[in-house]
């Protein structure tokens, strides 16, 4: 069976940082034959994206690999096909599957029948790849991510809350989720998030106090408080998530020299002020660009345990 990345726990802690490491290496020495070939690399999505379609066709190419980008929802899995049927047949042209869609099942079920490995580039429960790049930026800015404070606030069922509160205590890090009641992490996921804080000395807690939860964060992030799909599904965000934008009164409340983060795209004047995205504590553009570097690593990490096997 391939290696797949399907959510933030599919890599071990020791794993997480030797990606962490190459994507470091490959910040620094960006064009390379890791996947000459070319390995063909299919990038499929059936939601909107800027940064995670640019980042992969530009890094795939930038290793010698050929990306295959496509709209998932011009594939015949729009219409009547299965999802195993397309992932049996996807994996007798490409070397790996990149997909970004709707439930985690989905892509469970791609990964269940693929033979060769399988990337989540976000679904509604979780978002890794976003992650990895997150972890990246921290590193630089702080140089290691073992024992640090991440508050995130906002929506904390989404994918992001989900992503970061398992990607970050794999890192060893305090993750703080801040989220209005009815918008709490799935309990499911937070059980996943409580086994491997135990292996790691991380930890993990959701409060619905905003201010509390700010109190000596050394990272501050948020995300967009409507998910793709969550469009017209009749909830309320805007009243309840007001207390948690994160504004320079916010910022300030952290008492450290914080760094902010935003997976983007940035809904200006909502989850994050124009103070604080454009500010010196925003790390947002290096953060984005990371997705680049980070998704590199770890494909570069996939195909070696391919060609291992
Ligand atoms: N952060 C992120 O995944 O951005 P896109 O939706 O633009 O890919
Ligand atoms: N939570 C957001 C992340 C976008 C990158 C969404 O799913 O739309």
Not at 5 to 27: G, H, N, V
Not at 45 to 61: D, L, M, Q, W
Not at 207 to 225: E, F
Request: net charge negative; proline share 5%; glycine share 8%.
């Amino acid at each position: 069976m391939p290696r797949h990345f399907l959510r933030d726990d599919d890599l071990t802690p020791d794993e997480q940082s030797a990606i962490l490491d190459l994507a470091d290496e490959l910040k620094k020495r960006p064009h390379g034959d890791q996947l000459a070939g070319p390995r063909a690399i299919a990038v499929i999505f059936e939601k909107n994206s800027t940064r995670t379609r640019f980042s992969f066709e530009v890094g795939i190419a930038q290793l010698g690999g050929h990306p295959v980008v496509v709209d998932g929802r011009s594939m015949q899995l729009g219409r009547e096909e299965t999802i195993e049927d397309t992932a049996r047949v996807l994996a007798r042209y490409v070397d790996a599957v990149v997909w970004r869609t709707f439930a985690q099942a989905r892509i469970d079920k791609l990964a269940s029948v693929a033979t060769v490995p399988v990337i989540n580039a976000l679904t509604d429960e979780f978002h890794p790849c976003q992650i990895l790049a997150d972890l990246q930026t921290v590193r630089e800015r702080k140089g290691s991510l073992a024992g640090l404070t991440l508050t995130y606030l906002g929506d904390g069922a989404n994918n992001m809350a989900h992503s970061l509160l398992l990607g970050g205590v794999t890192a060893g890090m305090h993750v703080r989720v801040a989220a209005p009641a009815g918008f709490h992490p799935m309990p499911w996921v937070l059980d996943a998030v409580h086994k491997r804080a135990a292996e790691t000395g991380g930890s993990a807690s959701v409060l619905t106090d905003p201010h509390a939860a700010v109190d000596g964060a050394d990272v501050v992030t948020t995300d967009s408080w409507t998910s793709m799909g969550q469009e017209n599904d009749g909830k309320d965000r805007v009243a309840p998530f007001r207390p948690y934008q994160v504004n320079g009164d916010l910022l300030r409340r952290t008492g450290k020299d914080t760094i902010v983060l935003h997976d983007l795209p940035a809904h200006r004047g909502w989850e994050i002020t124009d103070e604080v995205i454009d500010g010196p504590a925003s790390a947002v553009w290096d953060e984005a660009e990371n997705r680049l570097h980070a998704q590199k690593a770890l494909l570069t990490w996939l195909m070696d345990r391919e060609e291992a096997a």
